[in-house]
């Protein structure tokens, strides 16, 4: 059975940083591209951050990149969420899944809130 467990949020002011893990089981984790998606309530997801299986070559969303970093350790099958310069516009619940066909059954999510 496919888990996907996200941590790592909280709240921190404008200007600071967390970073965000998410473990997996139940697939090969290794195998695939890996993402990082957010969601503002009444929001669609949406893509903020991929991976591919080796980690050699990340993709993110214009308004994440020069403060984003994302990696991952497929010995742990763990993806990781380096969020800095954290803007109030970043406040989302932030989850993990597959890149392309993410698993229906997604994780609980981590709550992140940029506030002063």
């Known amino acids: 059975q496919v888990q996907l467990v996200e941590s790592g949020g909280g709240l921190v002011q404008p200007g600071g940083s967390l970073r965000l893990s998410c473990a997996a089981s139940g697939f090969t984790f290794s195998s695939h591209i890996m993402g990082w998606y957010r969601q503002v309530p009444g929001n669609e997801r949406e893509l903020v951050a991929s991976i591919s299986n080796g980690g050699g070559l990340t993709m993110y969303v214009d308004s994440v990149k020069g403060r984003f970093t994302i990696s991952r350790d497929n010995a742990k099958n763990t993806v990781y969420l380096q969020m800095n310069t954290l803007k109030p516009e970043d406040t989302a619940v932030y989850y993990c899944?597959?890149?392309?066909?993410?698993?229906?059954?997604w994780g609980q999510g981590t709550q992140v809130t940029v506030s002063s």
């Open positions: 899944n597959r890149r392309y066909s993410p698993y229906p059954n």
